[in-house]
């Protein structure tokens, strides 16, 4: 049975469900910056997802990527997964720019994350994958 990490779900605002992961919206307004988590119960490295799931998953993670490309137009794409503050596998997909407070290091651990104070970025991504669901 999944359940979300409760720090994922704590950080996050739910966007929707895909034919694998859960997508969320980090509360962080400083970067468009989502999370795709798998929705298979003690997933913790890529390589764990079944070699069945496995096209699915990279399959979402290139939806989401494109997406972001789509709404944002960064100058860079961050596509990663890392556990070691969360172990439940989670793949991040940050849009970059050369103006962004991080740029150009790593977002992680650089900022205090500064919470959305509308639900506009939100409702656009929302409104991006629906569309794409509608599609499919």
């Given amino acids: 049975m999944f359940k979300l990490n409760e720090r994922i779900d704590n950080d996050t605002f ?16 400083q970067y468009p910056w989502i999370i795709l988590v798998p929705m298979i119960e003690g997933m913790t490295e890529m390589h ?15 939806q989401a990527s494109e997406i972001m490309e789509r709404l944002f137009a960064p100058k860079s794409l961050n596509v990663a997964a ?8 989670h793949i991040h997909v940050v849009a ?10 790593p977002i992680w651990g650089q900022h205090p ?24």
């Fill in 14 to 29: 739910e966007i929707c469900e895909l034919s694998l992961c859960k997508v969320l919206l980090m509360n962080d307004a």
């Fill in 48 to 62: 764990h997802i079944p070699q069945e799931k496995q096209a699915e998953l990279y399959k979402n993670i290139n």
């Fill in 82 to 89: 890392l556990g070691n503050v969360v172990s439940q596998l």
């Fill in 96 to 105: 970059r720019f050369e103006t962004d407070i991080a740029w150009p290091g």
């Fill in 113 to 136: 994350a500064q919470p959305y104070q509308n639900d506009e970025r939100l409702n656009k991504l929302k409104e991006a994958f629906q569309q794409l669901q509608s599609r499919s």
